[in-house]
């Protein structure tokens, strides 16, 4: 089923460090709002604290952990804390790979069992998806040494464009009709004392494909089986721990380098590369940038915490 366009989507860079924060980065936590849709993936130590700086709000509809390094979730102990005092009594769903229903068992027993909203555990393998109204967030495994998963939200498409002059000539009037006829309904109308059937092929173009966001989490370049799904993504997420000079390193712990984050973007044809989970080593992210340069030709940021980046459809 097609939606007609027009929701917003963004993304808060609430968390780029990596295992390790710095006074400018906290641990890893990205939170998007697609519409009045709020997912956050992964949640760093205090990430309840970054979303009060940049004024999200606490309604979250959904949260997705890569893996269970300690970087990657200590920051939900205290959030569900703050949803419980502030009265949340909706369930929220954690969702992660194998050892979800511990870590979330686990949370509401130091929680002392006084959560007042349930939560609720959704294991995902490779592959699966979630769907939500409008778009879906797929799941797929990185190579990290441990079970983690990258997430790929994607927009269904959007309706072609509307050819109006098109609607006029076979006697579409303009006014709502145009509208039905844009969100995919095929409409009825009187032409010369007879019905006829107006249906959205008829003004419409071809189908456009709606927006995508792939975060890798942690990962060695290379996970297989994913990248059909993650082409063409409008902004890739990619563990960027390392520049190229300690690409040994990034070998030995399963993290990428700059570069080879570049060279992943390059293959998916993103739009845009944003590098993440940078080590607590470097205080300059330019040799970074350079390095995936060499690799990508799109562009390449590696934002500082608490950016806010906006993503509008491309054609
Ligand atoms: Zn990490
Ligand atoms: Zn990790």
Redesign the pocket.
Known sequence: MLFIAGETLQIYFLGTA??LPTPQRN??CFLIRRGSDTLLFDCGEGAQQQMMRVRTGFTIDAVFIT?W?A??FLGIFGLMQTLSFMGRDEPLTIYGPEWVDEFVAAVSHLSRNHLRFPLVARKLRHGDQVRFEGYHVRAFRTVHGIASLGYILAEDDRPGRFHRERAIELGVPPGPLFGRLQRGEEVHIAAGGEERIIRPGDVLGAPRPGRKIVYT??TRPGCEGWKGWGCRADLLLH?A?FDDDELDRAREVY?STAGEAGSVAEELGAATLALV?ISSRYTTTANHIENAKEHFRGDVIAPDDLTLLELPYRG
């Open positions: 990596g295992a641990p890893p893996h390094h970087d990657h989490g942690d563990d721990t993290h989970h």
